[in-house]
């Protein structure tokens, strides 16, 4: 009788661990309460939220312990929320999309394109009881990982569509936790009166979007001073910011940057404006340095068929070359690529490919770099990124030079 007991306990367990653990399974929240005495486990019975090779920072990692909900309002609201961990060492994070789109939980499952409205992946801050939320109290729409901001600014709801709200723990939780709702009528029904305020929000936006961002070691997790080259679609030519662990600067929709720090591999990060972000937060942690590594930088581009730089390759060169100038001990070897698809790799793609990477050389040698730290190689056509190109961007790439660290000592 005790087994028979012990088994229904572990099926109800189960089923109440598991029930709303996929997109398509989402509880719908009707109060403004609700609490998870169990806490998630796994994914569900598919593994939606997977990170696409290029890392997308208002993302999740990777779906674990995840559970997933609807919200609703028949009214025009204003939605602040409070996720508030039963244990306080559990570290939860949220992602929260508009769901109305017919077919939302196929078209995440598949391609996993769609962008969140809000996400906050911090660190746990046990100073704040390791809650975190939306509260009115803050600006920022997505918190990356790391060290950053517990809680992210409200959403305004529009009235019959649906939310979906993803809390995930990276880390198997100890316990569940206590999701608090509050929704606050939006008080104008009127069309004029919401174009007007939304209008001026729009003007707001162009003053205030910003990205702060912060540089840790990786393994220490502990705050480190480090260079950073930034290059936005207004200034492709780059420009740098150093001395400081800590940055604020305006954000573009598109901007590139990349972080140089004395004993690091350099570290790239993309981030993309979305017509509602007012701030970015995140953490940058950079990875020590490594024989046999290559360092991941923003391309170098070529005029076809020669090795000459593009204007637009000045980021990765002023990247490159402090990276050598805080590192002294290092040795690279430059390695250059061609383009040329369905060809055979004969000598003039070699010798293309090696000028290209003797261009990077005379560009270091000439800001002071010694010969005896840069060795060069060109593989011509061998190793193309994109076999059979489509675009010109596709070809680009493949007049690449890519750099290995060889020696640190």
């Known amino acids: 009788m005790r087994n028979i007991i012990f088994l229904i306990s572990c099926f109800f367990i189960s089923n109440l661990h598991g029930q709303n653990s996929d997109c398509n399974t989402a509880l719908l929240i009707s109060d403004t309460i609700y609490q998870q005495i169990i806490p998630p486990f796994g994914y569900g019975k598919v593994k939606e939220l997977v990170q696409p090779k290029k890392y997308d920072f208002t993302s999740f990692k990777s779906e674990k312990n995840s559970e997933w909900f609807i919200l609703k309002q028949t009214e025009k609201v204003s939605l602040t929320l409070s996720i508030i961990p039963i244990n306080v060492n559990d570290d939860y994070d949220f992602m929260i999309f508009d769901a109305s789109e017919i077919g939302f939980c196929d078209s995440i499952k598949v391609a996993n394109k769609i962008k969140p409205l809000r996400s906050n992946i911090s660190r746990n801050d046990k100073a704040v009881n390791s809650i975190t939320g939306l509260r009115t109290s803050n600006d920022t729409s997505f918190v990356g990982i790391g060290l950053g901001n517990s809680f992210c600014r409200p959403i305004i709801m529009e009235a019959g569509k649906s939310y979906i709200l993803v809390i995930c723990c990276d880390r198997n939780p100890q316990k569940g936790f206590t999701l608090k709702l509050n929704y606050e009528k939006v008080k104008s029904n009127d069309a004029a009166t919401d174009s007007l305020l939304a209008r001026?929000?729009?003007?707001?936006?162009?003053?205030?979007?910003?990205?702060?961002?912060?540089?840790?070691?990786?393994?220490?997790?502990?705050?480190?001073?480090?260079?950073?080259?930034?290059?936005t679609n207004l200034i492709d030519t780059g420009y740098v910011i150093s001395g400081f662990s800590a940055y604020n600067i305006a954000l573009k929709s598109q901007t590139d940057l990349m972080a140089v720090a004395s004993g690091f591999m350099i570290e790239k990060r993309n981030y993309s404006l979305t017509e509602d972000s007012l701030s970015i937060i995140d953490t940058i942690f950079l990875r020590k340095i490594t024989v046999d590594a290559y360092l991941e930088i923003i391309p170098f581009y070529f005029e076809g068929n020669t090795n000459k730089l593009l204007p637009k390759s000045k980021p990765a060169l002023l990247s490159l070359l402090l990276f050598l100038q805080k590192n002294p001990n290092v040795q690279i070897e430059i390695q250059g690529h061609a383009n040329g698809p369905k060809r055979k790799n004969v000598r003039e793609f070699r010798k293309l490919s090696e000028n290209r990477a003797e261009a990077i050389k005379k560009y270091l040698t000439f800001e002071g770099i010694s010969k005896k730290r840069l060795a060069i190689e060109g593989y011509g056509n061998a190793m193309m990124?994109?076999?059979?190109?489509?675009?010109?961007?596709?070809?680009?790439?493949?007049?690449?030079v890519e750099i290995k660290i060889i020696s640190i000592e």
């Open 200 to 231: 001026i929000e729009a003007e707001s936006k162009k003053s205030r979007n910003k990205l702060q961002f912060f540089f840790a070691d990786k393994e220490t997790k502990q705050k480190i001073e480090a260079d950073a080259v930034v290059r």
């Open 385 to 400: 990124l994109f076999p059979d190109p489509q675009t010109e961007e596709e070809s680009e790439l493949n007049r690449r």
